[in-house]
């Protein structure tokens, strides 16, 4: 029973994420994406418990897969606030 509660959850989180992130105007997805970054180490700290608590190969797949998106949307994150500070970095040096 435990494994349905689990899969409910997920298919909950993902429809809602899916939800607010669709109704964001495309304006903002970028400002939104790097003030963003401290929800995606969260995400990422969640996947690593969970992956801690996996006991089937099954949930160890999803848990690996699980912190390595994670990770990679954490760090696209940074990359994308670095870019985005880029843009009003004085240019006088030139």
């Known amino acids: 029973m ?12 993902a429809f809602t994420g899916y939800e607010v992130i669709s109704r964001v105007p495309v304006i903002l997805h970028t400002p939104l994406m790097s003030g963003s970054n401290f929800v995606h180490g969260v995400v990422l700290v969640g996947g690593m418990i969970a992956l801690g608590e996996a006991v089937t190969p099954l ?14 949307n954490a760090a696209g994150g940074y990359v994308v606030t670095e870019r985005m500070l880029a843009m009003f970095k004085s240019k006088e040096g030139k």
């Open 2 to 13: 435990d494994g349905f509660v689990a899969i409910y959850i997920f298919m909950l989180a």
């Open 59 to 72: 949930e160890q797949a999803i848990g690996f897969v699980a912190v390595l998106l994670g990770a990679a």
